[in-house]
């Protein structure tokens, strides 16, 4: 059986994000397990906590079949190192388990400067989303490049024949919506909900994440006669 899963911030988790894991379940036809990382070492602080950003990621996935949420990065006192988490795969599923990981094309892009990756690339396989402004028809930096040179497939298959080690670009529509933008529009009052699940708007306001403050709608006035 390949297991997946698709690890990040979800700061706060958007409609891009279920675009993504739901592209990767339909293409690997298997459940996508959604990881947030408690203390990300490649970002800055996270504008919400770990528990938050699960609990908004158990009501995104709500009614959503295939996906799930997965707290074993929440358990650890350390930095979310994704080599921590795939030996911890390793051991609770063997080291003959087909095991991969969903990532955008820009954190391709940037796997160079992760905690060991030859050995994360060669552990696991990758399966690489594109992103607006980060396509993998792009040329990759060539750290990157020499890291998946020979590893890329065009086939699920590949990925269900051996524990790890190949590289498949899933094709799904680029979605616009960047965590970044909505804490952005958030803080600056724009507009945003469109962009996350309607659940997850709710808690961010009833939480006031990010700056966000409850929005008042005034009535109609009554017609003048």
């Not at 820009?106 to 990756?117: Q, T, Y």
């Not at 399966?127 to 607006?132: D, K, L, Q």
Request: proline share 10%; hydrophobic share 40%.
């Amino acid at each position: 059986m390949l297991r997946v899963f698709y690890g990040g911030t979800f700061d706060p988790v958007h409609n891009g994000h279920l675009a993504i894991a739901r592209a990767a379940r339909d293409a690997l036809a298997t459940m996508v397990r959604l990881l947030p990382a408690a203390d990300p070492p490649h970002r800055a602080a996270p504008g919400a906590t770990a528990e938050q950003r699960a609990a908004m990621l158990d009501l995104a996935l709500e009614g959503q079949g295939g996906l799930r949420v997965d707290r074993r990065e929440l358990a650890r006192t350390t930095p979310s190192w994704t080599i921590d988490t795939l030996r911890e795969l390793r051991a609770e599923f063997g080291e003959a388990a087909p095991l991969a990981f969903v990532v955008g094309a820009d954190s391709l892009h940037g796997l160079p400067g992760w905690r060991e990756p030859q050995a994360l690339v060669a552990g696991a396989h990758w399966v690489v989303a594109e992103r607006p402004g980060s396509t993998l028809d792009e040329h990759l930096p060539p750290e990157a490049s020499r890291l998946v040179a020979g590893r890329w497939t065009r086939d699920p298959e590949d990925l269900r024949r051996s524990p790890g080690g190949r590289v498949l670009r899933l094709r799904h529509p680029l979605q616009p919506e960047s965590a970044t933008d909505i804490r952005r529009r958030i803080a600056d009052g724009e507009t945003w909900h469109h962009l996350v699940p309607p659940a997850v708007g709710r808690y961010i306001v009833e939480h006031h994440l990010y700056g966000a403050t409850p929005v008042t709608v005034r009535p109609p006035s009554a017609p003048r006669v």
